[in-house]
Protein backbone atom coordinates (compact mmCIF):
# COMPACT_ATOMS: atom_id res chain seq x y z
CA UNK A 1 0.00 0.00 0.00
CA UNK A 2 2.82 2.64 1.20
CA UNK A 3 4.43 1.99 -2.98
CA UNK A 4 0.97 2.65 -4.33
CA UNK A 5 0.37 5.93 -2.81
CA UNK A 6 3.67 7.11 -3.39
CA UNK A 7 2.99 5.98 -6.99
CA UNK A 8 -0.23 8.14 -6.96
CA UNK A 9 1.07 11.34 -4.79
CA UNK A 10 4.07 11.42 -7.19
CA UNK A 11 1.56 11.23 -10.16
CA UNK A 12 -0.71 13.55 -9.10
CA UNK A 13 2.65 16.38 -8.66
CA UNK A 14 4.11 15.63 -11.95
CA UNK A 15 0.90 16.33 -13.96
CA UNK A 16 -0.18 19.13 -11.92
CA UNK A 17 2.53 20.79 -12.56
CA UNK A 18 2.25 20.25 -15.98
CA UNK A 19 -1.14 21.28 -16.58
CA UNK A 20 -0.68 24.55 -14.73
CA UNK A 21 2.32 25.61 -16.06
CA UNK A 22 0.78 26.91 -19.03
CA UNK A 23 -1.23 29.28 -17.48
CA UNK A 24 0.36 30.25 -13.98
CA UNK A 25 1.79 33.06 -15.69
CA UNK A 26 -1.71 34.39 -16.27
CA UNK A 27 -2.00 35.80 -12.61
CA UNK A 28 1.79 36.37 -12.11
CA UNK A 29 2.50 38.56 -9.47
CA UNK A 30 -0.36 38.53 -7.67
CA UNK A 31 -0.11 38.82 -3.80
CA UNK A 32 -1.74 38.79 -0.24
CA UNK A 33 -1.34 41.61 1.99
CA UNK A 34 -3.11 41.22 5.20
CA UNK A 35 -5.99 38.95 4.03
CA UNK A 36 -6.30 41.66 0.89
CA UNK A 37 -5.86 40.90 -2.61
CA UNK A 38 -3.78 43.28 -3.99
CA UNK A 39 -2.42 43.80 -7.70
CA UNK A 40 1.64 44.09 -8.19
CA UNK A 41 1.63 42.64 -11.54
CA UNK A 42 0.46 42.91 -14.59
CA UNK A 43 -3.20 43.59 -15.21
CA UNK A 44 -5.32 45.26 -18.08
CA UNK A 45 -6.12 48.46 -17.33
CA UNK A 46 -9.54 50.26 -17.66
CA UNK A 47 -10.45 52.17 -20.41
CA UNK A 48 -13.39 54.53 -18.63
CA UNK A 49 -13.57 52.19 -16.00
CA UNK A 50 -14.05 49.37 -18.76
CA UNK A 51 -11.88 46.47 -19.10
CA UNK A 52 -10.88 46.76 -22.63
CA UNK A 53 -12.20 44.38 -25.82
CA UNK A 54 -8.88 42.57 -27.40
CA UNK A 55 -7.87 42.86 -30.64
CA UNK A 56 -9.59 39.47 -31.74
CA UNK A 57 -13.16 40.89 -30.30
CA UNK A 58 -12.96 38.91 -27.28
CA UNK A 59 -15.42 39.20 -25.74
CA UNK A 60 -18.29 39.75 -27.84
CA UNK A 61 -21.16 38.46 -25.86
CA UNK A 62 -22.31 38.12 -22.09
CA UNK A 63 -19.76 36.43 -19.97
CA UNK A 64 -21.71 33.72 -17.91
CA UNK A 65 -20.47 32.70 -14.56
CA UNK A 66 -21.37 29.30 -14.18
CA UNK A 67 -21.38 27.44 -10.17
CA UNK A 68 -21.32 23.76 -9.86
CA UNK A 69 -23.73 23.92 -6.82
CA UNK A 70 -27.70 24.97 -6.46
CA UNK A 71 -29.02 28.00 -6.32
CA UNK A 72 -28.92 29.35 -2.88
CA UNK A 73 -25.39 27.08 -2.29
CA UNK A 74 -22.90 29.31 -0.30
CA UNK A 75 -20.85 28.32 -3.94
CA UNK A 76 -23.60 30.20 -5.89
CA UNK A 77 -23.45 33.10 -3.05
CA UNK A 78 -19.77 33.83 -3.84
CA UNK A 79 -20.17 33.43 -7.61
CA UNK A 80 -23.15 35.99 -7.55
CA UNK A 81 -20.77 38.52 -5.60
CA UNK A 82 -18.55 38.39 -8.24
CA UNK A 83 -21.12 38.88 -10.83
CA UNK A 84 -22.57 41.88 -9.41
CA UNK A 85 -18.85 43.64 -8.87
CA UNK A 86 -17.73 42.09 -12.48
CA UNK A 87 -20.33 43.72 -14.15
CA UNK A 88 -19.17 47.36 -12.72
CA UNK A 89 -15.45 46.68 -14.99
CA UNK A 90 -17.02 44.28 -17.68
CA UNK A 91 -17.56 45.82 -21.52
CA UNK A 92 -20.29 43.21 -21.95
CA UNK A 93 -22.94 41.40 -19.53
CA UNK A 94 -22.05 39.44 -16.61
CA UNK A 95 -24.71 36.57 -15.84
CA UNK A 96 -24.57 33.58 -14.16
CA UNK A 97 -25.75 29.80 -13.95
CA UNK A 98 -26.42 27.03 -11.47
CA UNK A 99 -26.30 23.44 -12.86
CA UNK A 100 -29.83 22.27 -11.95
CA UNK A 101 -28.93 18.73 -10.14
CA UNK A 102 -26.68 19.12 -7.05
CA UNK A 103 -24.14 18.53 -5.74
CA UNK A 104 -21.50 18.25 -8.25
CA UNK A 105 -18.14 19.26 -9.37
CA UNK A 106 -16.54 20.98 -11.65
CA UNK A 107 -15.35 18.87 -13.76
CA UNK A 108 -18.54 17.31 -14.46
CA UNK A 109 -20.18 20.77 -15.04
CA UNK A 110 -17.79 20.71 -18.15
CA UNK A 111 -19.77 18.47 -19.96
CA UNK A 112 -23.35 19.97 -18.76
CA UNK A 113 -21.43 23.54 -20.85
CA UNK A 114 -19.74 21.77 -23.73
CA UNK A 115 -23.50 20.87 -24.68
CA UNK A 116 -24.65 24.21 -24.46
CA UNK A 117 -24.52 26.74 -27.52
CA UNK A 118 -21.34 29.04 -28.15
CA UNK A 119 -21.67 32.48 -27.75
CA UNK A 120 -20.45 34.70 -29.97
CA UNK A 121 -17.27 35.43 -28.16
CA UNK A 122 -16.44 31.57 -28.85
CA UNK A 123 -15.07 31.30 -25.49
CA UNK A 124 -16.00 28.88 -22.95
CA UNK A 125 -16.87 30.69 -20.13
CA UNK A 126 -15.60 30.43 -16.20
CA UNK A 127 -16.53 28.08 -13.72
CA UNK A 128 -16.79 29.32 -10.03
CA UNK A 129 -15.27 26.10 -7.98
CA UNK A 130 -14.05 24.65 -5.10
CA UNK A 131 -10.50 23.42 -5.49
CA UNK A 132 -9.72 20.96 -3.30
CA UNK A 133 -13.36 19.81 -4.01
CA UNK A 134 -12.06 19.60 -7.93
CA UNK A 135 -8.91 17.79 -7.37
CA UNK A 136 -9.53 15.30 -4.13
CA UNK A 137 -13.15 14.20 -5.16
CA UNK A 138 -11.65 11.65 -8.00
CA UNK A 139 -10.30 9.88 -5.29
CA UNK A 140 -13.09 9.91 -2.56
CA UNK A 141 -15.85 9.37 -4.84
CA UNK A 142 -16.13 6.18 -6.63
CA UNK A 143 -18.69 7.39 -9.57
CA UNK A 144 -16.19 10.38 -10.72
CA UNK A 145 -13.09 8.14 -11.19
CA UNK A 146 -13.50 8.00 -14.64
CA UNK A 147 -13.64 11.53 -14.93
CA UNK A 148 -10.40 13.30 -15.62
CA UNK A 149 -9.85 16.90 -13.81
CA UNK A 150 -7.90 17.77 -16.24
CA UNK A 151 -11.18 19.02 -18.31
CA UNK A 152 -10.46 22.09 -16.76
CA UNK A 153 -7.79 24.32 -15.56
CA UNK A 154 -7.55 26.93 -12.79
CA UNK A 155 -6.67 30.61 -13.93
CA UNK A 156 -7.07 32.27 -9.77
CA UNK A 157 -8.38 31.67 -6.69
CA UNK A 158 -10.03 34.32 -5.12
CA UNK A 159 -11.52 32.90 -1.42
CA UNK A 160 -10.38 30.58 1.07
CA UNK A 161 -11.96 29.39 4.62
CA UNK A 162 -11.38 27.34 7.18
CA UNK A 163 -12.71 24.43 8.91
CA UNK A 164 -13.44 25.07 12.52
CA UNK A 165 -12.88 22.54 15.23
CA UNK A 166 -15.61 23.04 17.99
CA UNK A 167 -16.50 22.19 21.22
CA UNK A 168 -19.86 23.24 22.68
CA UNK A 169 -19.92 26.63 24.53
CA UNK A 170 -20.46 24.92 27.95
CA UNK A 171 -17.53 22.35 27.57
CA UNK A 172 -15.29 22.20 30.09
CA UNK A 173 -12.36 21.82 27.28
CA UNK A 174 -10.50 25.13 27.27
CA UNK A 175 -8.30 24.79 24.61
CA UNK A 176 -7.32 21.74 22.11
CA UNK A 177 -4.81 20.53 23.75
CA UNK A 178 -6.77 19.50 26.42
CA UNK A 179 -9.26 17.94 24.64
CA UNK A 180 -6.82 15.41 23.01
CA UNK A 181 -5.51 14.63 26.50
CA UNK A 182 -9.08 13.68 27.43
CA UNK A 183 -9.73 11.59 24.22
CA UNK A 184 -6.28 9.84 25.47
CA UNK A 185 -7.38 9.28 28.65
CA UNK A 186 -11.00 8.24 27.34
CA UNK A 187 -10.99 6.09 23.89
CA UNK A 188 -13.85 5.69 21.94
CA UNK A 189 -15.06 9.16 22.47
CA UNK A 190 -17.45 10.42 20.62
CA UNK A 191 -16.87 13.20 17.64
CA UNK A 192 -19.04 14.58 14.83
CA UNK A 193 -18.02 15.31 11.07
CA UNK A 194 -19.76 14.69 7.85
CA UNK A 195 -19.82 11.65 6.44
CA UNK A 196 -16.68 9.89 4.83
CA UNK A 197 -15.52 11.32 1.31
CA UNK A 198 -16.62 14.68 2.33
CA UNK A 199 -14.20 17.88 3.07
CA UNK A 200 -14.65 18.11 6.92
CA UNK A 201 -14.35 14.03 7.27
CA UNK A 202 -11.51 14.31 5.42
CA UNK A 203 -10.21 17.47 8.00
CA UNK A 204 -11.10 15.86 10.95
CA UNK A 205 -9.34 12.21 10.13
CA UNK A 206 -6.34 14.65 9.12
CA UNK A 207 -6.98 16.23 12.59
CA UNK A 208 -7.76 12.73 14.67
CA UNK A 209 -4.65 10.85 13.17
CA UNK A 210 -2.49 14.16 14.74
CA UNK A 211 -3.61 13.66 17.80
CA UNK A 212 -3.29 10.22 18.00
CA UNK A 213 -6.40 9.28 19.71
CA UNK A 214 -8.94 6.53 19.19
CA UNK A 215 -12.10 8.10 18.78
CA UNK A 216 -15.79 7.41 17.28
CA UNK A 217 -17.20 9.30 14.08
CA UNK A 218 -20.56 10.47 14.36
CA UNK A 219 -21.36 10.57 10.66
CA UNK A 220 -23.74 14.00 9.56
CA UNK A 221 -25.06 14.92 6.58
CA UNK A 222 -23.40 18.74 6.93
CA UNK A 223 -22.49 21.54 9.19
CA UNK A 224 -25.75 22.47 10.09
CA UNK A 225 -26.08 19.08 11.28
CA UNK A 226 -23.08 18.67 12.97
CA UNK A 227 -23.89 21.78 14.97
CA UNK A 228 -26.89 19.80 16.51
CA UNK A 229 -25.35 16.99 17.31
CA UNK A 230 -22.83 18.93 19.54
CA UNK A 231 -25.55 20.77 21.44
CA UNK A 232 -27.73 18.17 21.73
CA UNK A 233 -24.92 16.17 23.36
CA UNK A 234 -24.21 13.34 21.15
CA UNK A 235 -20.41 13.89 20.73
CA UNK A 236 -17.92 16.30 22.64
CA UNK A 237 -15.77 17.29 19.59
CA UNK A 238 -16.37 18.09 16.10
CA UNK A 239 -15.71 20.44 13.08
CA UNK A 240 -17.71 22.76 10.34
CA UNK A 241 -17.43 24.88 7.63
CA UNK A 242 -16.64 28.29 8.22
CA UNK A 243 -19.88 30.99 8.11
CA UNK A 244 -21.79 33.57 8.87
CA UNK A 245 -23.57 32.33 12.64
CA UNK A 246 -22.30 28.42 12.59
CA UNK A 247 -20.21 29.36 15.68
CA UNK A 248 -23.24 30.37 17.63
CA UNK A 249 -23.34 28.53 21.18
CA UNK A 250 -19.89 27.13 20.33
CA UNK A 251 -16.62 27.75 21.29
CA UNK A 252 -13.59 27.02 18.15
CA UNK A 253 -10.75 25.77 19.54
CA UNK A 254 -8.56 25.88 16.17
CA UNK A 255 -8.93 26.12 12.25
CA UNK A 256 -7.39 24.23 9.74
CA UNK A 257 -5.24 25.76 7.03
CA UNK A 258 -1.86 27.97 7.64
CA UNK A 259 -2.91 31.02 8.29
CA UNK A 260 -5.42 32.76 10.97
CA UNK A 261 -9.35 33.66 10.34
CA UNK A 262 -9.64 37.47 9.83
CA UNK A 263 -12.79 37.05 11.52
CA UNK A 264 -11.80 34.81 14.30
CA UNK A 265 -7.90 36.78 14.94
CA UNK A 266 -7.50 35.19 18.88
CA UNK A 267 -8.51 31.21 17.30
CA UNK A 268 -4.62 29.54 16.40
CA UNK A 269 -4.52 26.92 13.69
CA UNK A 270 -4.04 23.28 14.39
CA UNK A 271 -0.39 24.04 12.79
CA UNK A 272 0.45 26.31 15.18
CA UNK A 273 -0.35 23.91 18.15
CA UNK A 274 1.88 21.25 16.76
CA UNK A 275 -0.83 19.42 14.79
CA UNK A 276 -0.53 19.19 10.93
CA UNK A 277 -3.88 19.90 9.22
CA UNK A 278 -2.91 22.17 6.26
CA UNK A 279 -6.55 22.02 4.47
CA UNK A 280 -9.11 24.81 3.79
CA UNK A 281 -11.69 25.24 1.23
CA UNK A 282 -10.35 27.32 -1.44
CA UNK A 283 -12.15 28.82 -4.36
CA UNK A 284 -11.70 30.21 -7.78
CA UNK A 285 -12.69 30.52 -11.17
CA UNK A 286 -11.55 27.41 -13.61
CA UNK A 287 -11.90 27.42 -17.10
CA UNK A 288 -12.36 24.62 -20.01
CA UNK A 289 -8.27 23.38 -20.75
CA UNK A 290 -8.68 24.51 -24.72
CA UNK A 291 -9.43 28.26 -23.83
CA UNK A 292 -7.36 30.64 -25.13
CA UNK A 293 -3.97 31.93 -23.07
CA UNK A 294 -5.20 35.63 -24.48
CA UNK A 295 -8.90 34.83 -22.86
CA UNK A 296 -7.40 33.48 -19.58
CA UNK A 297 -5.66 36.90 -19.04
CA UNK A 298 -8.85 38.98 -19.93
CA UNK A 299 -10.58 36.93 -17.22
CA UNK A 300 -7.62 37.18 -14.34
CA UNK A 301 -7.40 40.93 -15.44
CA UNK A 302 -11.21 40.77 -14.81
CA UNK A 303 -11.43 39.08 -11.51
CA UNK A 304 -8.55 41.29 -10.50
CA UNK A 305 -10.41 44.43 -10.60
CA UNK A 306 -13.15 42.80 -8.65
CA UNK A 307 -10.82 41.30 -5.93
CA UNK A 308 -9.42 43.98 -5.39
CA UNK A 309 -13.11 46.49 -5.26
CA UNK A 310 -14.02 47.42 -1.79
CA UNK A 311 -17.41 45.55 -2.26
CA UNK A 312 -15.61 42.32 -2.56
CA UNK A 313 -14.23 42.42 0.94
CA UNK A 314 -17.10 44.21 2.24
CA UNK A 315 -19.48 41.39 1.16
CA UNK A 316 -17.09 38.60 2.16
CA UNK A 317 -16.36 39.36 5.99
CA UNK A 318 -15.83 35.40 6.65
CA UNK A 319 -13.80 34.49 4.29
CA UNK A 320 -9.81 35.13 3.73
CA UNK A 321 -9.98 37.09 0.64
CA UNK A 322 -7.03 36.06 -1.50
CA UNK A 323 -5.77 36.56 -5.31
CA UNK A 324 -3.51 33.74 -5.84
CA UNK A 325 -2.33 32.30 -8.95
CA UNK A 326 -2.94 28.86 -10.40
CA UNK A 327 0.32 27.91 -9.40
CA UNK A 328 0.16 29.16 -6.27
CA UNK A 329 -3.39 27.31 -5.63
CA UNK A 330 -1.50 24.04 -6.57
CA UNK A 331 0.55 24.20 -3.87
CA UNK A 332 -1.65 24.70 -1.49
CA UNK A 333 -4.02 21.67 -3.21
CA UNK A 334 -0.50 19.32 -3.03
CA UNK A 335 0.18 20.26 0.56
CA UNK A 336 -3.23 18.63 1.26
CA UNK A 337 -3.45 15.59 -1.15
CA UNK A 338 0.18 14.87 0.56
CA UNK A 339 -1.16 14.91 4.06
CA UNK A 340 -4.71 13.34 3.40
CA UNK A 341 -4.00 10.20 0.65
CA UNK A 342 -2.50 7.96 3.57
CA UNK A 343 -5.71 8.80 5.88
CA UNK A 344 -7.95 7.81 2.35
CA UNK A 345 -5.78 4.72 1.93
CA UNK A 346 -6.14 3.13 5.59
CA UNK A 347 -9.72 4.27 5.81
CA UNK A 348 -10.20 2.15 2.31
CA UNK A 349 -11.39 5.47 0.47
CA UNK A 350 -8.93 4.93 -2.40
CA UNK A 351 -12.31 3.02 -4.46
CA UNK A 352 -10.55 3.40 -8.20
CA UNK A 353 -9.36 0.20 -9.57
CA UNK A 354 -6.13 1.04 -10.70
CA UNK A 355 -4.26 -1.92 -9.28
CA UNK A 356 -2.09 -2.48 -13.18
CA UNK A 357 -1.36 1.25 -13.72
CA UNK A 358 -0.08 4.52 -11.66
CA UNK A 359 -2.51 6.55 -10.75
CA UNK A 360 -2.29 9.85 -12.95
CA UNK A 361 -5.40 11.55 -12.25
CA UNK A 362 -4.87 14.66 -13.80
CA UNK A 363 -3.42 12.55 -17.36
CA UNK A 364 -5.37 12.87 -20.51
CA UNK A 365 -6.80 10.53 -22.87
Not at 223 to 234: A, H, I, M
Not at 243 to 258: E, F, K, M, N
Request: charged share 20%.
Amino acid sequence: MTEKITTIRHGWQRQLSATLASVSMAAAGLVVASGVAVATGPTLELVDGKMPVLDDGFPAGPITLWCAQKQGHPDDVYNTIVMDIATKYSPVPITKKCRASAPTYGYTLIDFIKQQPRGDDGAYHPIWTQYNGVYIKPWTVESMCGTPANKIEPILSMAAAPYLFVVAEDSPYQTLDDLVKHFKDNPGSNIATTKPGSGSHAIMSLMIKAAGVDVNFVPTEGSGETKSVLLGGGAEFGNLVFGPGITDGLRVLAVSGDARAPALPDVPTAMELGYNVPGGSYWGFTVDKDTPQEHRNWLVSLFTHVANDPEWSERNPHVVLINDSAAGSAKKVEAYVDALLPILAESDLLPCPYDNEPVDVLAGD
